[in-house]
C-alpha cells in the first residue's frame, strides 16, 4: 500500500516568486512513480509532472520542477515564476509498478497573490 | 485531440433515487478508472477497467455501486438507494495501458459533483 502526506493545507505566494509544496510518501514498492495534478476550481485533474523513483535527474516541465529525494522519501514540487492562474488545489500522488490505482494526498491550495 | 469528457457535470437527487453518470475517455485509452473526492481531500480509488473487465474495484465501492464498461469504450457509474454521505464529486480518468509501467500517466476528466438531499 502506499501512502502520501501532504502536510501544507494552504499557501500563499506572491506573482512571480517561487513557491515549494511538500510531499512524503511510504511505499514498499521498488520502484514506483510520482504525481503532481492541479486542480482549480473548476474540479478537473491537471496532470502536471512525473518522477520515477529510478530516474537519475528530477523531472522538470515548464516552470514546474520536482525536488526529488528518495532517501528521504519527499517529492516536492516547485512552482516558479508564480502566475495568478497558478492559484489552485495541488496534488501529490503515487503509483506502485504493480499498481494500477493512483494515491492521493490531501492536498495543498495555493493563492498567488498580485 | 478530445480529452476525458464526463456528464452530467453537476447531479442534484434525493436521497434513495438512482443516479447514474457516464464517462467517455480519450479515445485510444484502453484503462479507465473512477475515484470519489469529498470536499477537501484527495480523491480516492473506486474501480478500474482494462478494456470491458473490470480488475479491481475498491473496498469503498459498496454493493449500491455499479460500474460497467460494456464495449471497452464509455463507462458509467450508477449508484443505487442515493445516501447522503454519497455526496462528492466523482472523478474518471483513463490511460493507455500496454505494460504495466509506474510511469502510465492517467489523464481526468471535470467529474460529476453529485449532492444528495
Known amino acids: 500500500a502506499q501512502k502520501i502526506t501532504q502536510t501544507q493545507p494552504g499557501m500563499f505566494v506572491q506573482e512571480k516568486e517561487a513557491v515549494t509544496l511538500d510531499c512524503t510518501y511510504d511505499?514498499?514498492?521498488?520502484?514506483?512513480?510520482l504525481f503532481w495534478y492541479k486542480q482549480p476550481s473548476s474540479g478537473e485533474m491537471i496532470f502536471l509532472i512525473y518522477?520515477?523513483?529510478?530516474?537519475?535527474q528530477n523531472a522538470t516541465e515548464g516552470r514546474y520542477s520536482l525536488n526529488f529525494q528518495k532517501a528521504r522519501k519527499s517529492a516536492n514540487l516547485v512552482i516558479s515564476a508564480s502566475q495568478l492562474g497558478d492559484s489552485a488545489m495541488y496534488f501529490c500522488?503515487?503509483?506502485?509498478?504493480?499498481?494500477?490505482?493512483?494515491?492521493f494526498g490531501a492536498g495543498t491550495t495555493v493563492t498567488v497573490r498580485a | 485531440d478530445t480529452g476525458v469528457s464526463q456528464n452530467p457535470r453537476h447531479k442534484i437527487t434525493k436521497r434513495g433515487q438512482n443516479v447514474t453518470f457516464r464517462c467517455d475517455p480519450i479515445?485510444?485509452?484502453?484503462?479507465l478508472y473512477w475515484y470519489r473526492q469529498t470536499l477537501g481531500q484527495g480523491p480516492e480509488f473506486l474501480t478500474y477497467?482494462?478494456?470491458?473487465?473490470?480488475?479491481?474495484k475498491s473496498r469503498l465501492l459498496s454493493d449500491r455501486f455499479s460500474a460497467e464498461r460494456p464495449k471497452g469504450s464509455f463507462s458509467t457509474l450508477e449508484i443505487q438507494r442515493t445516501e447522503q454521505g454519497d455526496s462528492a464529486m466523482y472523478l474518471c480518468?483513463?490511460?493507455?495501458?500496454?505494460?504495466?509501467?509506474?510511469?502510465?500517466?492517467?489523464?481526468f476528466g471535470p467529474g460529476t459533483r453529485l449532492l444528495v438531499l
Open positions: 480518468a483513463s490511460s493507455s495501458g500496454f505494460g504495466g509501467t509506474a510511469k502510465e500517466t492517467q489523464y
Open positions: 511505499t514498499s514498492d521498488p520502484s514506483y512513480g
Open positions: 518522477q520515477g523513483s529510478y530516474d537519475q
Open positions: 500522488a503515487m503509483r506502485g509498478l504493480n499498481d494500477y490505482k493512483l494515491s
Open positions: 479515445s485510444e485509452h484502453n484503462r
Open positions: 477497467f482494462q478494456n470491458e473487465a473490470q480488475l479491481e
